[in-house]
């Protein structure tokens, strides 16, 4: 009957005649129950609201369903509902689908995706997705619902809501579907932002149910979080869910194992702290030593003892005990060449991601132990013992010189190619001949790639050292180039071989390295006068040598001898005595053992760093105050300076205010003399003043001028002196500074152009200038006054003349005129006045450039003492940033180290055998 109602069919149950239209047949039956006594005509009105839906008339559907009682009065609300629906009267169908309040569950589905369809129709997706997850809590198996969420949940691209409808439907059904709609998911990468821990049960029903599928799971789960900030949350939900499975013996998970492998591995490349790796590496390590099988398992208990041996009692004592006896009944390894370059490259990378640098030549010389083309054959001997002729006679070349202080690195190569490298440096150098220099730069390494067919056909790389000159030790470079190489051949000289400090260099260096095998080349043997004594001193030279190393064996060799059979002599010696050793073997341990050494330096680095830094913040601190005292002194010879020229000046100016006060009123007063009786009393104190003016006009031109242009001369020459001594001074104090920084820092240049400036405003001051004509006798003072008033009135009355001629002319002799000097005086020297106020920003300018280059690297200090200091706190708040990446690479170095021991072990067996 559900079916029915669900499809609005309930109306089929009703009619007998399929003849009979469905509303003439309902019609009929409404006529005949209608005429009953106690009629019931509520199921009729349903069923023919149900075929007027059907046929698109909602109108009278809903006029019939309107007043239904009893059992279908839900189901009418739900029909009404969805007439209106169908009529797009949205609002109103929303309301009555709200209003109906029922138990059953297959009516309250209905309405649920009534709604949900309402709500998609009207873009309202976050109502239509509240819907519809609450009819998927109702009623999960009603049909279709939870496809119709899923499909709703992916168009919505609403993953978290996918994720868990997945999840839940993977755990109620256990549906094999369902778990791989949930890796699709985690796939494709819309899984990250779910807490790992919400898997957990996925998977431990996933496990119960399909082990395979539960590997794969987990793998993208693994891939899913590996880069994000929930890894290690991650890494902590696996081993815990693996801690709680019981594996069976024949479980085999092999990918799985690869991940566990490549966790602890990235754990320790260096960029995490020890304290956020201790809660997760141990269980790590444990889960993984418990699911690996095969050569991985090795992997994992070699990982198991390192970590325990770094940081003991950390992992359980049982599965020690099982890596422990994993390791000691152990099958052949492989790849630990591989594993040790991938080791010191992540050092390495890391080392200059912290500003260190491991330095090119340790990295030339990884190169050439992963190189497996090639034996590295070690030439080692004294001074002069005729190494270098020997490289000539096999590669047809000249390579070094015999007094060279580097490592020369000689190989077989399609062409030739040179390059020079220091620890900070590798470049190309385009001849052999450009390297007599380099050559004699102890610790350079010179590496010579060119066309040799004896080199590459014996597959031989040489590796030509400095010649020992009286030293009694090797030097670190030194042990490293032996542990670059894979055998030592020692040049002696026939004619003084194997003496008592070449026996005990070689003894240091057997003691260095013990496996090295070490063999002689006798040379210069063409230097023995006989055949006879020659065998006799080979003869000798073996006997001597082999009293201290049994194994050696000795080549004897000479320039002279037929070079085609001594090369094939000499291939056969090479083949026999160094090339059919397990040398191939041996280059992991050596690159271990430069891992090894990489991380010494390092932590010894991190110290050598903290000295630097304290160093630093010292020395920068006395410059500061040395730099703060230069300015001081620069500022006492500035102010002496000013003092010195201004006071210079200021004498200057004196002196021809003091001509100027002295010679202008005798000037003025000699003007009498240009009086006589005849003179025109009535104008003559304008002629007078007139004459006045002209007089002192001249004077200032003719005399004055002049003589102040040589002074200013003279005294911008002065003054160039003072500023030449200041710049002496501050070259010395320029080159005392940079002594001291090792580099032309600072440079203290005064600006001599302000001497230009000067000579400009002294030619244009003194080259022209008038004074204003100056009312000398045209004043109203009170005896100029009376002898114009008498002039006017009687100087036109003869027997008068020589009255106002006596008197005009006593006047002019006794008058002071000093007040007129002074006036005249301030005139001419205001321009004079306004270039003196100036000097002292002038002067000023000439020290500006220095100033400002001592105050900059005053700043400059400052800053760096504060970087410093910084840096130093920080080294010392957190050394685990540092020190925590060396420990865990010591950690896996260890692990390499004990599989190669186990190597070593097999191959000490299968030789015994």
């Known amino acids: 009957m559900e079916e029915q109602l669900i499809g609005k069919k309930f109306y089929e149950t009703m009619i007998d005649d399929i003849n009979k239209h469905p509303i003439q047949a309902l019609g009929e039956m409404f006529l005949v129950e209608q005429k009953k006594e106690r009629s019931d005509l509520t199921t009729i009105r349903f069923a023919q609201g149900e075929v007027y839906f059907l046929h698109h008339d909602f109108e009278a559907a809903i006029f019939k369903w309107e007043n239904i009682e009893g059992n279908l009065a839900e189901w009418a609300k739900k029909n009404i509902a969805d007439a209106y629906f169908e009529l797009e009267m949205y609002s109103t169908a929303e309301d009555i689908y709200k209003a109906i309040n029922t138990s059953e569950p297959v009516l309250k589905t209905e309405v649920l995706l009534q709604l949900f369809s309402l709500y998609i129709v009207e873009t309202r997706n976050d109502l239509a997705s509240k819907v519809v997850k609450e009819a998927v809590d109702f009623q999960p198996d009603y049909p279709n619902v939870t496809e119709i969420a899923r499909s709703f949940f992916e168009a919505q691209k609403d993953w978290n809501s996918a994720i868990v409808l997945a999840a839940n439907e993977s755990i109620r059904t256990e549906s094999m579907a369902w778990f791989d709609v949930l890796k699709t998911y985690i796939q494709q990468g819309v899984a990250q932002s779910t807490a790992p ?370 090369l094939q002599d000499l291939a056969v010696f090479l083949h026999a005595n160094y090339q059919d050793s397990n040398w191939k073997e041996m280059r992991a341990e050596k690159l271990l053992a430069f891992t090894r050494k990489t991380l010494s330096y390092l932590l010894e680095k991190r110290a050598a760093n903290e000295r630097k830094c304290e160093h630093s913040i010292s020395w920068n601190e006395q410059m500061e105050v040395k730099l703060n005292g230069a300015t001081n002194q620069l500022t006492d010879l500035e102010k002496e300076k000013t003092e010195n020229i201004t006071r210079s000046y200021r004498l200057l100016k004196e002196e021809v205010k003091k001509q100027l006060s002295t010679r202008i009123p005798e000037l003025l007063r000699d003007c009498s003399k240009t009086l006589s009786e005849n003179s025109d009393f009535s104008q003559v104190h304008i002629q007078l003043n007139q004459e006045m003016n002209d007089r002192i006009q001249a004077f200032i031109s003719d005399k004055i001028m002049p003589q102040y242009f040589r002074s200013l001369q003279d005294w911008i020459a002065t003054s160039e002196l003072e500023f030449t001594q200041s710049q002496q001074f501050m070259d010395e104090m320029s080159a005392g500074f940079n002594e001291l920084y090792k580099e032309e820092r600072i440079v203290l240049a005064g600006d001599f152009r302000v001497l230009d400036d000067w000579r400009r405003d002294a030619d244009r001051m003194t080259s022209s200038i008038r004074i204003e004509n100056v009312n000398i006798l045209l004043r109203r003072t009170p005896s100029q006054l009376i002898l114009k008033g008498a002039g006017k009135l009687f100087g036109a009355i003869p027997q008068n003349k020589a009255n106002m001629y006596n008197r005009y002319k006593k006047f002019l002799e006794n008058e002071d005129f000093q007040d007129v000097a002074d006036m005249i005086s301030d005139r001419f020297l205001t321009q004079f006045g306004l270039f003196e106020k100036s000097l002292e920003r002038d002067i000023s300018l000439f020290y500006r450039s220095p100033f400002a280059i001592l105050e900059k690297n005053i700043e400059q200090t400052k800053a760096e003492i504060k970087e410093q200091q910084a840096t130093l706190e920080h080294m010392r708040q957190n050394p685990e940033v540092y020190r925590d990446p060396i420990t865990l690479f010591e950690v896996k170095l260890r692990q390499f180290e004990r599989l190669e021991k186990i190597e070593k072990r097999r191959l000490a067996k299968l030789q015994g055998k």
């Not at 024949?250 to 602890?264: I, M, N, P, Q």
């Not at 015999?402 to 000689?410: A, F, I, T």
């Not at 190989?411 to 004699?440: N, P, S």
């Open 197 to 566: 821990d919400y898997f957990a049960n996925v998977l431990r029903s996933l496990y119960n149910l399909d082990q395979d599928r539960f590997e794969k799971m987990t793998v993208a789960l693994w891939k899913n979080y590996k880069y994000t900030d929930s890894y290690f949350e991650w890494l902590k939900v696996i081993n815990k869910l693996i801690d709680e499975i019981e594996l069976n013996n024949g479980d085999v998970w092999d990918e799985l194992s690869v991940y566990y492998r490549d966790a602890y591995a990235g754990l320790l490349e260096g960029t995490h702290l020890v304290k956020e790796l201790s809660p997760v590496v141990p269980r790590l390590l444990e889960n993984w030593l418990k699911i690996a099988e095969g050569e991985i398992s090795l992997f994992a208990a070699a990982s198991v003892l390192s970590w325990n041996e770094i940081f003991p009692d950390t992992v359980s004592a049982l599965v020690v005990q099982d890596a422990e006896s994993l390791l000691a009944k152990s099958p052949r390894l492989g790849g630990g060449l591989e594993a040790g370059e991938k080791l010191i490259h992540s050092i390495i990378q890391w080392a200059e991601s912290n500003d260190l640098s491991v330095g090119n030549k340790l990295k030339w010389m990884v190169e050439g132990i992963k190189d497996m083309s090639n034996f590295n054959l070690l030439l080692v001997g004294s001074a002069g013992n005729g190494k270098t002729s020997f490289i000539q006679s096999i590669a047809g070349e000249s390579i070094a010189a015999e007094d060279h202080s580097s490592l020369v690195s000689v190989k077989d190569g399609d062409d030739l190619e040179i390059y020079e490298i220091t620890d900070t440096d590798r470049k190309m150098v385009e001849e052999l001949t450009e390297l007599d220099e380099t050559r004699r730069q102890r610790g350079t390494i010179v590496d010579v790639t060119l066309i040799s067919d004896y080199l590459r056909n014996n597959r031989l790389r040489l590796l030509d050292t400095p010649g020992f000159n009286g030293e009694k030790s090797v030097d670190p470079d030194f042990q490293n180039y032996l542990l670059e190489s894979d055998g030592v051949m020692f040049v002696l000289d026939a004619r003084a071989p194997f003496t008592g400090s070449e026996r005990d260099l070689l003894l240091e260096m057997q003691q260095m390295a013990p496996k090295l095998p070490i063999h002689f080349l006798l040379n210069k043997m063409d230097t023995i006068y006989s055949d006879q004594v020659a065998v006799r001193m080979e003869d000798e030279t073996w006997d001597k040598v082999n009293a201290y190393f049994p194994n050696a064996k000795v080549f004897a060799f000479s320039k002279l001898y037929d070079s085609k059979q001594q």
